[in-house]
């Protein structure tokens, strides 16, 4: 029967696992969902961030050696709980037993918290150039997350409505900027290679999950 004590490298989760994971990451989440717009899901669709779940522990174990300092869903859940806590970067590494390498750790620590806010931490080999990412490599995650988003200026409290011609598809046609989908939320809106693309966060649900 699966569970969340299933490995992390296994079949993909089973959707009772993926809901599982769901309320460790970001608390319950309820069967009935009324998204921002109005229309009703039965059910939370969770598929599109296990794609990206299963894609970050894949890379991750590949350029740590093939060695992780986790190997279930359980394990990398109970790191997630500590990044929630407040607890330090120094302090998680020393709760992972068996101790390893302080690249193999951080690595382990780095795709924790990248599940649980969908930001990236690093600059691996594989990073589309351009990308955004938080520093953090002490303290507590929470302080880093805030010196990053903190505001540089402040913006002009204004209700400002869109027409309703303002989509994707005349930004592309009109404007002639490609639409990039990324998974980091801290690319969002960003313009990048030379400002012929503009990445947009597509992860609504896990959007609709933060406001529970």
């Known amino acids: 029967m699966a569970s969340i004590d299933d490995s992390i490298f296994s079949d993909p989760p089973a959707a009772t696992t993926k809901h599982l994971i769901a309320e460790r990451l970001w608390g319950p989440q309820p069967i ?18 296990f794609r990206f779940y299963i894609a970050s522990c ?106 309703a011609e303002f989509t994707g598809y005349n930004i592309e046609k009109v404007a002639g900027i490609e639409i990039f989908w990324t998974d980091n939320l801290a690319d969002h809106l960003r313009l990048i290679e030379g400002e012929t693309k503009v990445a947009i966060f597509h992860h609504v649900t896990f959007l609709e999950c933060q406001k529970q």
């Open 32 to 49: 009935v969902q009324q998204f921002s717009n109005g229309v009703r899901s039965y059910e939370i669709e969770l598929d599109a961030y």
């Open 58 to 163: 894949a890379r991750t174990l590949h350029y740590s050696g093939g060695h992780m300092s986790v190997q279930t869903h359980r394990q990398l859940m109970d790191i997630a709980q500590q990044l929630r806590s407040g607890c330090s970067r120094d302090t998680i590494r020393n709760s992972i037993s068996p101790p390893d390498s302080l690249y193999q750790a951080d690595a382990t620590i780095d795709l924790a918290a990248q599940l649980l806010l969908m930001l990236n931490f690093r600059s691996p080999p594989y990073a589309i150039s351009g990308t955004e990412k938080v520093l953090w490599a002490e303290g507590a995650l929470e302080s880093s997350i805030q010196q990053h988003f903190s505001p540089e200026q402040a913006l002009i409290d204004t209700a400002v409505t869109l027409d």
